[in-house]
Every structure is written in C-alpha cells, then in structure tokens.
C-alpha cells in the first residue's frame, strides 16, 4: 500500500500569500495517484488552504497520520512558505496561522516523526518552500545520528539559503517535477524513481538558479510512478539472443532491409525490433551511420554501454 498526503497554501492570515501553492499540491496529488496505463498508486489526501482553514494543529496532526501504520511507502508534499530559524538554526514549514518562529512547523520534527514509523519501508519528503533545503542537517549534529535513516528520502526546492520561485501556473520546482512524473524522467523501462526525479530536476536549473537538495538513505530505489516502456519488455528479454556477449556484434545483410530484393520477412521483424532499440540508445550501427546502412553494406550492430546494462538485468531475470 502507498499513501500520500499533498499540502498546498496560498493563503496566510498573518503574512503574505502565495499564488500558486493550491494548484501544485492538486496537480502532484493528480499525478501520483495512478500509474500512466490507469492502474492505481498512491492512496492520497489532499489538503488546501482553498478547502481548508490549515493551522499548526492541523497540519501536525494530518503529519503524523501519515506516518503511522503500516504500509510500503509514505509520501509527504508540501508547497507553501517555508523559512528558517536563525536562532535554532531550524528550517520550518509555515502553516496558515503562522505569526511567529514559535508556531512553525519545524522541518527536523517531521523527519524524526518519519523516522519512528518503523513498518512504513519507504518515506520520501518533497517541499517545495523557501529555504527547505535544511532538511536534515541540524539534529544530525546535535544527536550525532543521522537524520535521513534507513528508507528516508528528502527532495527539497532549493537549499537553505534559497528562495523558492513561483511560476505562472506551478512553483518552478513543481512544475519541473510535474514533467519528470509524466514521463521525462522515466527509464527505459519506464520506471520514474526518486533518483531520476532529482536528476531531471537538477539538470533543468542553472548554476544561478535554485538548487534542488537531494538527501536519501536507501539500498534500492522505489518506482514512484510508471509509464509506458520506451522499448516493450518482450523486445529487452531478447537482447540476450541477439548478443551471446555484451561485446557481440550482431550480423546483419539487405535481407533485413524492407527496400532491398533480398529481404526476408522474419529479419525484418527482428531489424524493425533492433532500430527501435537503436533509437533509444542501446544499439548501434557498426562502421555505418545508420542502421539501414550497417544492413545494406553488410556490417552489422552492437550493444551501448545502456544496452550492456539492459542485457544484464535481462539475463538477471529483472523484468
């Protein structure tokens, strides 16, 4: 089972709102909550200061429902303000009552919340607010343990220094993770983890930009979401038989090409497989340009370094 609970506040009673805070918590809520192919995902809740009046209480409470119980994993999402307390040297979360440091939502006791929840496998944090990026440092030092246990994940918008920006219609970080989970950031297979998540992120923001903070503490990384495979698993389980070694060369001759009077229909099926894996980078063409041409002349084709890696995990029995 996975649940997730999606906060978004525009509106503050003390201090100035926010504009598209609301809208980023509904869209990633919307997102995550099945798979591309409409299988289920994530079990959410969504809380917004549209629907809802979200005081410290609240938010503290709905927190720690979160991570309680049992289940595989537990995501936490919240776009609002956010600061940091200088005296404490503690990043917050600003809930909609907010007037002081005295009733921010400290970043450092949602982690330790996290931390306690035992028979939850995986917990990822995902803030997109102003100087997140603290997520994690403090109690370390002062507990000497580390605050990103065992099966915790942190992605922040930007360090603890930083701003985060808003958009048009999402905050910048949002939005961008918004294209990674509709497919950007997927793998070959499909798969959107929390790795590749970061990794579309921080390449997308310059050096003078925010910078995204990525903390995690985990032997394996979890799919978040799925999409559809760039290369059908039926054609990836195949690259063992066209390659008895990572370094093999496949044949090839005109009977595999369409165009040519030599054609043979079995070898086109098997060309037509092989250039869809061409253009995904796990094949290329040897001593030619193009695929039609490694056929035409005669040469033939050989596995990328990608392509090695997916005949391994083929071989491995991994999908």
Request: hydrophobic fraction near 40%.
């Amino acid at each position: 089972m996975r649940k997730g609970l999606f906060i978004g506040i525009n509106d503050y009673t003390h201090i100035g709102g926010l504009s598209g805070c609301c809208n980023d918590a509904m869209a990633m809520a919307s997102v995550l909550k099945s798979n591309a192919n409409g299988d289920p995902n994530f079990k959410n809740v969504l809380l917004t200061s549209a629907e809802d009046y979200l005081s410290r209480e609240k938010l503290e409470d709905q927190i720690r429902e979160l991570f309680s119980g049992d289940c595989n994993v537990a995501l936490l999402y919240f776009a609002g303000h956010g600061g940091f307390d200088a005296d404490t040297n503690e990043g917050m979360l600003i809930p909609q009552d907010y007037r002081n440091a005295q009733n921010g939502i400290r970043i450092s006791d949602i982690i330790n919340w996290a931390d306690k929840a035992t028979r939850i496998k995986n917990k990822m944090i995902i803030l997109d607010c102003c100087e997140s990026g603290s997520a994690g440092e403090v109690r370390a030092l002062r507990s000497e343990s580390s605050m990103v246990s065992e099966g915790m994940t942190i992605l922040t918008a930007c360090k603890k220094a930083e701003p985060a920006m808003e958009g048009a219609q999402h905050g910048v970080f949002t939005g961008l993770l918004l294209q990674a989970l509709h497919g950007g950031a997927a793998n070959i297979l499909g798969k959107i983890t929390p790795g590749s998540l970061y990794s579309f992120v921080d390449n997308a923001l310059g050096a003078w930009e925010q910078r995204p903070v990525f903390k995690t503490n985990v032997s394996q990384f979890i799919s978040l979401r799925e999409v559809s495979p760039l290369i059908p698993k039926e054609i990836l389980r195949k690259l063992p038989d066209w390659f008895a070694e990572a370094e093999s060369v496949l044949p090839l001759d005109p009977s595999y090409e369409p165009t040519e009077k030599a054609f043979v229909p079995e070898h086109g099926e098997i060309f037509a497989q092989l250039q869809k894996c061409n253009r995904h980078s796990l094949i290329e063409p040897v001593d030619a340009e193009h695929m039609y041409y490694a056929a035409i002349h005669s040469t033939g084709c050989r596995l990328t370094a990608l392509g090695a890696y997916y005949r391994e995990l083929a071989l491995k029995g991994h999908f």
